[in-house]
């Protein structure tokens, strides 16, 4: 079944580079998604990578696929303060209709 | 566009009354859903719409009706509700719902922040 872990808390000084982790059981996974959820607001669709990738870059964020290992990154370049946020990994396992999300990680940008 | 809309922004209701929440989307989806998340956790999913018809129920409590009286739209309809069902209830919606190894990037609205008293 799946699985998805992620770390808790990330502080980050405004223009470094910020790097969240998720971990994946599921090896049957097609596409792997970022969702970042701002205080008091729903779900937004960052970027989102298909299985048979290994990287993809869309302006300031990288998104890093290790299937090997199933471990998928998301980096962020130039942080800025409206990058603080919680950040969800998510899988759609193949053969199954459900989103299954990540704890969930916490980016608080120090200014 | 990838707007989906929510209303209302925040609910407060007492066990005995009777609400709705409403969710649109005007992108031509096919695909509605209903999450439940509780503060600082993953959403959880409770019901899934697929061509207007209920295609995934998470054993979500009686309490709890959804209905999809068009494409477009999205109720969830709330009666009885006690305390523990305080929440932000999250709807989304994607192109479809799935079709083989082809995922639909889901698209989020806002919220209904649901306080029960």
């Known amino acids: 079944g799946e699985d998805v872990e992620q770390s808790l808390l990330l502080s980050v000084r405004e223009g470094d580079s910020s790097v969240i982790n998720c971990t994946y059981t599921?090896?049957?996974?097609?596409?792997l998604y970022w969702y970042k959820q701002e205080p008091g607001a729903g779900l937004q669709l960052l970027t989102y990578?298909?299985?048979?990738?290994d990287m993809k870059q869309d302006q300031r964020l990288t998104v890093l696929l290790n299937k090997k290992d199933k471990h998928l990154s998301l980096r962020i370049a130039d942080t800025q303060t409206g990058d603080s946020a919680i950040y969800f990994c998510?899988?759609?396992?193949?053969?199954?209709?459900?989103?299954?999300f990540g704890k969930g990680n916490q980016v608080v940008v120090i200014p | 566009d990838t707007e989906v809309t929510q209303t209302p922004k925040h609910l407060v209701m007492g066990m005995t009354n009777k609400k709705s929440l409403k969710c649109e989307q005007h992108?031509?989806?096919?695909?509605m859903y209903w999450y439940k998340q509780k503060a600082k956790k993953p959403p959880e999913l409770m019901f899934v719409y697929s061509y207007e018809k209920l295609s995934i129920n998470e054993s979500v409590p009686s309490r709890f009706s959804p209905e999809c009286p068009n494409s477009s739209l999205l109720n969830l309809h709330l009666h009885a509700l006690q305390p523990e069902d305080s929440a932000l209830y999250l709807c989304?919606?994607?192109?479809?719902?799935?079709?083989?190894?082809?995922?639909?990037?889901?698209?989020f609205g806002p919220g209904t922040r649901l306080t029960v008293t």
């Open positions: 998510a899988e759609t396992p193949y053969g199954n209709n459900r989103l299954a």
């Open positions: 599921d090896s049957s996974s097609t596409y």
């Open positions: 992108m031509g989806h096919r695909a």
């Open positions: 990578i298909f299985s048979n990738m």
């Open positions: 989304a919606s994607s192109q479809e719902q799935k079709r083989g190894d082809i995922s639909y990037e889901q698209y």
